[in-house]
């Protein structure tokens, strides 16, 4: 098998992979569906769209032909939305042997299933293939990967062997790769962190402080957490990078598109307005509506969330919901994660 990478995905986050991929004498395979992306990425080196002022290298080319990027891959990196995950997915199983690394940087939950993507994976391509799925999360803004600012991510695999193949493809001097085996964990950090993100934009939005922010950012975590352990996750994965990390950088930058998106309805927009001014996919409106779901299928309280999916879709005033937050019955801090805990302890020693 060739040394070269597939990378199936032509927006920012895509983009920036094959750039650090390529950095490190990979050749790259970049798969879009816009024939004049392809074009552009191919005669100007650039993708001004999606990941302005970065250049991609020579060994990065572009095409619009799925089973020739694909083409004796020896690993492919599925860049595209989670909404179009399981499309791509179909389309790519043709050409993916057996022994082909599957790496997912998506961060989502899919809306009608409510699935993890490992599951959607494993339904599609069979549970037995799952030994070679990996995914990839943590704090990464695609703009600063792309310019090789120091960035440290997690991946996770049910297969260790398959999670340190991972680990050595994305490894450089800027781009630290940490292993974890808690799949479940680092999927659904990744995608909930959306959710919090769009609710303290919001309150950026509505000229709220950074006391407001760090309440929501914290808060936010603990039911994340009770949400996690309640499908089985690890509850220090939330502590660590694809948790607490990603959580406070997408709160808390003007690159992540959840924020900048919840700061436009803080601001009077209504959703549809907001996601339009981002110019790109906005994970978190998809999780929002799954995590909803799902915190009422497991029975786990989600003020936030709940609160969120009010504002989103129920058109409730975002003020209202902040003070709707505000005026919660009493609570203890600790108790209710430190339960979970307990919980998630005694079924792991149980099994």
Request: aromatic share 4%; charged share 20%.
């Amino acid at each position: 098998m060739e040394d070269k990478v597939a990378v199936l995905g032509a927006g920012s986050w895509a983009t920036a992979l094959a750039v650090l991929l390529a950095g490190r004498g990979c050749p790259v395979l970049m798969w879009s569906r816009r024939a004049a992306l392809a074009e552009e990425i191919n005669r100007q080196r650039r993708n001004a769209g999606y990941l302005p002022g970065v250049d991609i290298p020579e060994n990065v080319h572009a095409t619009v032909d799925l089973a020739g990027a694909l083409h004796n891959a020896r690993a492919v990196v599925f860049g595209v939305p989670s909404h179009a995950f399981r499309e791509t997915l179909r389309a790519a199983l043709p050409e993916l042997t057996a022994q082909t690394l599957i790496v997912n940087a998506a961060k989502g939950i899919e809306e009608d299933s409510l699935l993890r993507l490992s599951r959607v994976f494993a339904a599609e391509a069979g549970e037995e293939r799952l030994c070679r799925y990996v995914v990839l999360s943590g704090p990464s803004h695609a703009e600063e990967v792309g310019r090789g600012m120091a960035t440290a991510v997690v991946v996770a695999s049910a297969d260790p062997a398959a999670a340190g193949e991972a680990q050595d493809l994305f490894m450089t001097g800027s781009f630290r790769v940490y292993t974890n085996p808690d799949v479940t964990g680092v999927e659904l950090a990744g995608a909930l962190k959306n959710v919090i993100a769009l609710g303290t934009g919001i309150a950026d939005g509505l000229g709220c402080g950074d006391n407001t922010k760090a309440a929501l950012i914290t808060r936010g975590l603990a039911e994340i957490t009770r949400l996690g352990m309640a499908l089985g996750a690890n509850v220090l994965t939330f502590a660590g990078l694809a948790g607490v990390g990603d959580l406070i950088v997408t709160c808390t930058s003007m690159h992540s598109r959840n924020r900048r998106a919840g700061i436009e309805i803080g601001r009077g927009r209504t959703l549809d307005e907001a996601v339009a001014s981002v110019h790109m996919v906005v994970e978190g409106v998809r999780t929002t509506r799954a995590a909803y779901r799902l915190a009422a299928q497991y029975g786990v309280e989600m003020p936030i969330t709940e609160q969120m999916y009010r504002v989103l879709f129920e058109h409730l005033p975002p003020r209202q919901a902040l003070e709707n937050l505000m005026s919660r019955g009493r609570r203890r801090e600790m108790e209710e994660v430190a339960l979970a805990a307990v919980a998630w302890r005694y079924d792991r020693v149980q099994k």
